[in-house]
């Protein structure tokens, strides 16, 4: 059973320092990886959408990297702004048949404050 | 514009009702899904579907219902038997295996 985690679950840094946010998943047979962004009471805002073929991912200030040799995704945001205070999930879609409804498998986020 | 709606945003159920959630989305999406998002817990899938008039159990299908007669629309009933409904729920969709997209969510809570 795929297992995603998020560490750390908060994290907290000045206005302009660069985000380093880390996903590891226990299962390396994956169709892709998706990157999101949750602000409190809302819905989740897709970020980036990395194919299991790809090494990584960019738009705009954010890059995502994959490595599915290790079970690791890690999203860089540079230059980080107030803005960019929320909580930001990664989520892996395996390999399953479209019988098993290609479900994702989320993990627990990680909050993230940036302070002026 | 292309999205997902969630109505009502906040919910309010007496012990023994059951409640509609409603969930429309006009990105001509084939795969509809609903979650539920507890403090400290994630995101737990509840039922999905895959294609109108066929849905399947997610990892937390008990005291919930579905029904998927139009494709653009994919409904939640939350019914007594649900023992903690109070909780977030998210709709998304997609069109498998890419992109998920997700709706504002819908707070429910029981008085």
């Known amino acids: 059973k795929q297992e995603v985690t998020q560490i750390p679950a908060a994290l907290s840094v000045p206005e302009g320092e660069n985000l380093v946010l880390n996903c590891s998943f226990t299962d390396s047979a994956i169709y892709n990886l998706q990157w999101f962004r949750q602000d409190p009471g809302k819905g989740l805002t897709s970020l980036l959408l990395?194919?299991?073929?790809?090494r990584e991912q960019t738009s705009g200030r954010l890059n995502a990297s994959l490595d599915k040799s290790s079970g690791r995704s890690t999203l860089y945001i540079a230059a980080s702004q107030p803005g960019d205070s929320a909580t930001y999930l990664c989520a892996v879609r395996g390999q399953s048949s479209y019988a098993a409804g290609n479900k994702l498998t989320f993990g627990g986020g990680t909050r993230v404050l940036v302070k002026p | 514009d292309g999205g997902i709606t969630q109505s009502p945003k906040y919910l309010f159920r007496k012990e023994g009702q059951n409640v509609t959630l409603s969930c429309e989305q006009n990105?001509?999406?084939?795969?509809m899904y609903w979650y539920r998002q507890d403090p400290g817990q994630g995101l737990r899938l509840i039922y999905y579907s895959q294609i109108v008039n066929d849905f399947q159990k997610g990892d937390i299908a008990e005291g919930y219902s579905v029904s998927r007669e139009k494709k653009e629309s994919f409904p939640l009933t939350v019914t007594s038997a649900q023992k903690n409904p109070t909780a977030f729920y998210l709709c998304?969709?997609?069109?498998?295996?890419?992109?998920?997209?997700f709706g504002e969510g819908s707070r429910l809570t029981v008085l």
């Open positions: 990395i194919q299991s073929s790809q």
């Open positions: 990105l001509n999406h084939d795969a």
């Open positions: 998304a969709s997609s069109l498998p295996p890419g992109e998920l997209f």
